[in-house]
């Protein structure tokens, strides 16, 4: 009995820690997460959240909030972004950097570069004299007086206050951009998002005709003639037992046509990326999502063992950005 | 104001080493010292727990920062508990510290640390702060523990600093934390009074409340005077700011062995910390003797339960 009422008590008092934690942040709000609100309101660009272990958890669930209620965010792991994920950061872009300490070193690595990209940055962080928040743009203060879990073992009250931070700023973001319920079914054709997302990518792929397909030794006119009519933004290339050889987008063909010149009589695997990420049609179109937002992809092929092309599916199309469609084919 | 940044980690609540007679037993003091400093982020001088400032005597309090500071050269923070038994006494032991400082022209960190409820009613705290801290240009930090004002056994109706009183206490800029014993609402409610003051820190003067609940600000903490090494790899991890070459695979389950065996010494000294530990690190030979000060006279005569731990851990 002395052990049950024990476990109610501790359970209880870590309620009670994490909920100050919110409640201490209510008076920290004020002209820098103004000035963030505005910054993002007028950026041509993406909220790009960066942050490690489970700050980065945290930064994946405030980017899908903000996708799904009409700003383009997505999730820069900072590991990765030293192995040329920081491609993906654009100078137009807005990175948020989530770090309770605000010394975590795989974040204050990446930050010269980020600014070296032109992208301005608001840091989320416990500490307004932290590295972190010295180099930022704009600090917003997400520290908590004490965490919940003994000896600072997983951090609690510290990454609950930073996941309602963004909440903060995601739904002051709807308001801001008069976000409407016919908005809200744009980016949620299909019912609840997460529904959406749980369904198996045999289910929601393009098949058959929808493809953008070209062959080994097409030419690059033919090619780009091909992504204009699926309207897709890019291609597969497989042989002709349909074994995927590689992925070109109109982006690759833009950069060859600047660099070479006339290219268009060229054979297309001049321009493809080989090796491009597949996912198996027995995938959830959430694992679809989270791999193309890792890689700073928008297709993504899907292929059987053996590499046949099965189907293909955009990201923008899972997220709501073209009609959601039961099956592609 | 001299602007003194407050520490963030673990402040030693040093003991008071003593020789037979009753005096500083200086070796002991530079021993302990050079044992602690290399992991403190802070240390308290005279604190009315592990301190004995409640028994010392104003004279011997400023000879005792005197010599301490003199050791510890500005290296950490110093917090030096500088309350009395009267308004009085405690105006004249700050206006002698504050002496000290001038002659001595000591360029380090110093925050007093007071318990006004141990000689003040909560009325009429604001007026008497702002004369307080208008007598020196360092800072203060407020120290609350209903258990201690207890101890002292005056006819006060209450033990803690009121919450709207500690509001009012906030506007003052001279007063930049406060160290906190006692319950889980209370310190949540002292957080909500604060909220205007996000700079001001509020430290876990309980131990066992840190190692289950971390302040992240910090602990002041009576175990560092034995295991100062684990305490700070302890506080550091449970303040999320632990170096890079310390997060070894592994060192979570490090953490937490480190986290029992301090919950574990925690144990052989929570009924009687001073003497507990001064006789601990007598028999370490680390200070001359275990004597404690009158206050703390009575237990003296037991038998320590550390030896054998001690013994079993290696601690050294």
């Known amino acids: ?329 | 104001m001299v602007a003194n940044k407050l520490p963030r980690g673990l402040i030693v609540d040093l003991i008071t080493p003593l020789d037979d007679t009753g005096g500083i037993d200086r070796e002991g003091l530079n021993a302990i010292l050079a044992k602690v400093l290399p992991h403190a982020d802070g240390i308290l001088l005279a604190g009315p727990q592990m301190g004995e400032g409640r028994g010392l005597g104003p004279q011997f309090k400023v000879e005792l920062f005197e010599k301490a500071s003199a050791f510890v050269q500005g290296k950490v923070p110093l917090f030096f508990w500088i309350s009395e038994n009267s308004i009085e006494a405690t105006k004249e032991l700050l206006d002698h510290l504050k002496g000290i400082l001038e002659s001595t022209g000591y360029r380090g960190t110093i925050f007093w640390l007071d318990s006004p409820l141990a000689y003040h009613s909560n009325r009429g705290l604001y007026r008497y702060y702002q004369d307080l801290t208008a007598i020196t240009d360092r800072a203060f930090v407020l120290y609350n523990d209903a258990g201690l004002i207890k101890l002292l056994e005056k006819q006060l109706k209450r033990g803690n600093i009121r919450t709207n009183i500690l509001k009012d206490l906030s506007r003052i800029e001279k007063i930049v934390a406060l160290v906190f014993r006692g319950s889980l609402t209370r310190v949540n409610n002292y957080q909500k009074a604060l909220d205007r003051r996000p700079d001001f820190k509020i430290y876990d003067g309980d131990e066992a409340r840190f190692l289950e609940h971390p302040s992240l600000s910090g602990i002041v903490s009576m175990g560092a005077n034995l295991a100062p090494r684990i305490w700070s790899t302890v506080t550091r991890a449970s303040l999320g700011v632990l170096e890079e070459g310390e997060r070894k695979p592994g060192y979570l389950s490090q953490i937490w062995e480190m986290g029992q065996f301090l919950k574990d010494l925690m144990d052989m000294y929570r009924r009687n910390p001073v003497w507990t530990v001064k006789k601990a690190l007598s028999d370490l030979k680390t200070i001359k003797s275990p004597a404690c000060a009158a206050m703390t006279k009575a237990f003296e005569e037991e038998q320590s339960p550390l030896a054998e731990f001690i013994a079993k851990h290696h601690i050294e």
């Open chain 1, 1 to 329: 009995m002395k052990k049950g009422l024990s476990v109610i008590k501790q359970a209880r008092e870590v309620l009670e820690i994490e909920a100050q934690g919110i409640l201490n942040l209510i008076e920290r709000i004020g002209s820098e997460f103004e000035q963030a609100v505005e910054m993002i309101l007028g950026s041509k660009g993406r909220v790009i959240f960066t942050g490690m272990g489970k700050s980065g958890i945290v930064g994946r669930k405030i980017a899908a909030t903000l996708n799904s209620t009409g700003t383009p965010s997505l999730f820069l792991h900072p590991a990765e972004a030293m192995h040329g994920d920081l491609g993906m950061v654009t100078s137009d872009d807005i990175v948020i950097a989530i770090s309770n300490s605000g010394y975590t070193k795989e974040v204050t690595t990446i930050i010269p570069t980020l600014k070296g990209l032109g992208a301005k940055l608001v840091a989320f962080t416990g500490d307004p004299e932290s590295p972190v928040a010295r180099e930022s743009d704009l600090l917003i203060n997400v520290g908590v007086d004490r965490e919940a879990c003994p000896l600072g073992l997983a951090p609690t009250t510290s990454t609950t206050a930073a996941l309602a931070m963004g909440d903060a700023l995601a739904v002051v973001l709807i308001n801001r951009r008069r976000f409407n319920s016919k908005d809200f079914k744009r980016f949620h054709p299909g019912g609840s998002l997460g529904d959406r997302l749980s369904v198996k990518i045999k289910k929601i792929m393009l098949t058959g005709e929808e493809m953008p397909l070209v062959c080994i030794g097409q030419t690059i006119e033919e090619t780009l003639s091909e992504i204009d009519r699926k309207d897709l933004g890019a291609s597969l290339v497989v042989d002709e037992r349909l074994v995927l050889q590689g992925v070109v987008t109109d982006g690759d063909i833009r950069r060859s046509l600047l660099q070479r010149g006339d290219i268009m009589g060229l054979q297309v695997e001049v321009v493809m990326s080989i090796s491009p990420k597949t996912l198996d049609e027995e995938k959830t179109a959430a694992e679809a999502v989270a791999l193309m937002e890792y890689h700073g992809i928008t297709v993504l092929p899907i292929v059987d063992k053996a590499k046949r092309v099965k189907g293909i599916v955009h990201l923008h199309g899972l997220l709501g950005g073209k009609e959601f469609r039961l099956n592609g084919s």
